[in-house]
């Protein structure tokens, strides 16, 4: 990606590290006492429940009780310590998702677009981004899949998916966990959840989450504080059991954010000739962005109800049936000056129902799954660009409106063809329709309608209205040897697909005459408004070994990327002037890649009964490095600039290191711990920009957690980013790399993000 001899060295590393110690699988939560080999972890990454050790995939588990012992606060934790993830809040905003696996993914948030990374929550795909950097509570474990997952999981996981698993509720006695977590920033979280059983098969159950932490700057134009955190989440559930084999649950949720709009830090000062001079701030969580027009507010629920019959020991027929939706408002500030020089307020709205039927079987030597999937979702966004306050007040509006219906059916079967053998076959055939409205307006005036301002319509630079589908067949074919209970090698060939869609920022206007007939005909319009899906084709060879005081995960990787959509904007002078005073959105279909890497995960008991009767000290690690180049980068232009491009937010080296020491403690059990993770030089965009890409950093964070011999008590204290790493997330661009000059506005934007600065927290939690 940067040089083939950087690569070099770091497999070479990589090989002396194979050479000399024991590679193991990702850390597991462990009572003091108990060794590597005695953890039997369980996850359903080929929906139905196997031991991890089984999967011939790359798969890392967190446990609930892992999750609060780190001092994870969001799902964003835990890419420091998987190999080869990217997650990060988006540009500007508090909880919409960003996530890059293997290198890759989707950072544009707006209607139109897909993820490359499925996000699931109790096995329901959330269709849209926006609200899901989930926070954890209540939560059973969370999976992380790397690699396409097509045939199980679908269009939009060819990265890999992320499975958010909540608990289930006691069936036998209530139960009730209150916590409290008060530190640096003025945080102060409350979390209760608790379970009631109303006879012997009936139970209900809740859990609230009231999240509250001060910002960690501020707004110096209008006081308000920066990157603070205002939510309020509750899940309430009612579950079923008439007889052993028969389980319905009914579940709702609904989270509410009210956090203040996230301004970003500009890295150049303003431009000369603007009404006034700005320089660079010296807190990069200090802002100076104006604008104000709507609050930023997001808030999302979902109702979900499961379905399971255990028919008998071989069969099991699942239903999952979900209706989701979220709105947020959030003023985007680009320029982040109080001036609107590149104002964006937007609105997103999502609302989906699926519905997914599973059958399952357990054989002797067979078993799988095999169902039907259907998706009925609509997207909406409306956003203007107010390029101009100060004289006209020019807005560029941009509505989209996308309805996607996909269905599908699936099997995955395992034969064992030995007692040390077996074979995986499975396909799903997909077929998907997308139905998008794209209407943009020039405005004078200010803002629109939509964000309470006068402006108004002096030109519809787009009024396009088109549908397209397509179908898909993904299979997956896997080998897997296990000549032992403690080895299991494997090959797997994948494959997985991204929707296509409708470029929702793009101007039918800025057609290009493709046939040169000199009449832009409805075709052309098609054409350039239009983009096609992308495909990932995966082979994956792995070795998974447990047994005595270690393990170990190590997955070798090779992909192939086609019809890579790459969104861009390109600005448009329309008067004439010199200065682009619009924009269109551009869309294609740029090209392919390769990406090719490997992962180890590990964990070793180093000893135990050390110091004290019954004490364990455990080292564990992740170890990710990729190489991605671009076969073919075909830009807007027509012009193929793939020896200068670079995969976009996925460094070449990622890898972490914690050292766990448990102990019997004051009546309990006690397990401090410290992590460090690395993570390598990393581009925001295709096109690399020094000024703004983020150089290679290091995060370290600490815990210290003691639990109560009969698990009543909880105390923990957790440290993240003890060095006070300043490192960018995200970032905007509309400059020129070389002279800085502004593409959009008059004043330039280069703005970045930052991850959260060091904090400290204090837990303590009551379980009854």
Excluded: C
């Amino acid at each position: 990606m940067k040089s083939n001899q950087k690569l070099t060295r770091a497999a070479l590393l990589l090989s002396t590290i194979a050479s000399t110690v024991l590679i193991a699988a990702p850390v597991q939560a462990q009572q003091a006492g108990e060794t590597a080999s005695q953890d039997v972890i369980t996850v359903t990454a080929r929906r139905r429940e196997e031991s991890l050790q089984d999967v011939p995939l790359a798969v890392t588990a967190y446990s609930g009780e892992q999750l609060e012992a780190m001092g994870a606060v969001d799902i964003l934790a835990v890419a420091e310590t998987t190999p080869n993830v990217t997650l990060e809040a988006s540009r500007g905003t508090n909880s919409t998702l960003s996530a890059f696996i293997r290198g890759v993914g989707q950072q544009d948030p707006v209607a139109g677009f897909e993820a490359g990374v499925g996000i699931y929550v109790d096995d329901v795909y959330l269709n849209r981004p926006q609200a899901a950097v989930l926070d954890i509570y209540d939560v059973e474990r969370i999976e992380v899949l790397r690699g396409p997952q097509g045939t199980l999981y679908g269009r939009n996981t060819i990265g890999g998916a992320i499975k958010y698993v909540t608990r289930r509720l006691d069936p036998d006695a209530p139960s009730l966990t209150a916590r409290i977590n008060v530190g640096s920033y003025g945080q102060f979280d409350q979390i209760v959840s608790g379970s009631l059983p109303m006879g012997d098969t009936f139970r209900v159950g809740a859990a609230v989450a009231n999240l509250q932490r001060d910002g960690f700057g501020t707004n110096l134009y209008t006081g308000d504080e920066n990157y603070n955190k205002d939510v309020l989440g509750y899940r309430v559930s009612a579950e079923w059991e008439p007889t052993p084999d028969l389980f319905f649950r009914l579940a709702y949720d609904n989270v509410e954010d009210t956090s203040n709009a996230r301004g970003g830090h500009r890295l150049i000062p303003s431009a000369a000739g603007y009404p006034a001079f700005y320089g660079v701030l010296d807190n990069v969580f200090d802002t100076r962005a104006g604008l104000d027009v709507v609050a930023q507010s997001v808030e999302s629920d979902g109702l979900t109800f499961n379905a399971e019959w255990n028919i008998n020991d071989s069969w099991t027929v699942r239903n999952i049936l979900s209706q989701r939706q979220d709105d947020s408002t959030t003023p985007i500030d680009f320029d982040n000056l109080p001036e609107g020089d590149l104002d964006v307020p937007a609105i997103y709205t999502n609302e989906q129902i699926s519905e997914e039927f599973q059958v399952l079987y357990e054989g002797d030597r067979l078993a799988g799954v095999m169902g039907y999937y259907y998706l009925d979702a609509n997207a909406t966004t409306v956003f203007d660009v107010l390029l101009d306050t100060v004289l006209t007040g020019l807005n560029a509006q941009t509505f989209g409106d996308v309805d996607t219906t996909t269905w599908s059916v699936f099997a995955n079967f395992t034969y064992d063809l030995t007692d040390t053998i077996s074979l995986t076959l499975g396909g799903r055939y997909t077929e998907d329709e997308r139905t998008s409205r794209v209407l943009r307006r020039t405005y004078l005036g200010g803002f629109s309608e939509y964000f309470g301002g006068s402006g108004f319509a002096i030109a519809t630079t787009s009024d396009f209205l088109g549908t397209n589908s397509w179908d898909d067949f993904s299979p997956t074919v896997s080998v897997a040897w296990q000549p032992s209970s403690s080895n299991n090698f494997y090959f797997t060939y994948t494959q997985g697909f991204k929707g296509g869609g409708f470029d929702p920022r793009a101007q039918t206007t800025g057609t290009p005459d493709f046939d040169l007939s000199g009449t832009i005909t409805a075709d052309e319009v098609f054409q350039f408004m239009a983009f096609d899906p992308e495909t990932v084709d995966s082979f994956e060879l792995g070795w998974k070994y447990q047994g005595g005081n270690y393990s170990h995960a190590v997955a070798l990787f090779h992909m192939d990327y086609t019809d890579i959509q790459v969104p861009g904007s390109v600005g448009i002078d329309t008067d004439n002037d010199g200065v682009s005073d619009t924009f269109t959105g551009v869309t294609t279909n740029a090209g392919a890649a390769t990406i090719t890497g490997i992962e180890y995960e590990g964990n070793v008991d180093l000893g135990s009964d050390m110091f004290t009767g019954g004490d364990l000290l455990n080292f564990a690690w992740a170890v990710g490095i990729l190489e991605g180049s671009y076969d073919e980068f075909v830009n807007a232009f027509g012009v193929d600039i793939s020896n200068d491009v670079v995969i976009q937010n996925t460094p070449e080296a990622s890898l972490s290191a914690t050292m766990s020491y448990m102990a019997p403690f004051a009546g309990g059990d006690l397990n401090a711990s410290a992590t460090v993770s690395y993570r390598g030089d990393s581009s925001q965009f295709e096109i690399p920009f020094p000024a703004l890409d983020q150089e290679a950093y290091s995060l370290w964070n600490a815990s210290v957690v003691w639990d109560s011999e009969d698990g009543a008590w909880q105390l923990g204290l957790h440290g993240r980013n003890l060095t006070d790493e300043e490192y960018r997330v995200s970032g905007y661009d509309f400059v020129n790399n070389t002279t800085l000059a502004p593409e959009l506005g008059t004043s330039g934007t280069l703005v970045g993000y930052y991850g959260n600065p060091r904090t400290i927290t204090a837990t303590l939690a009551y379980r009854y």
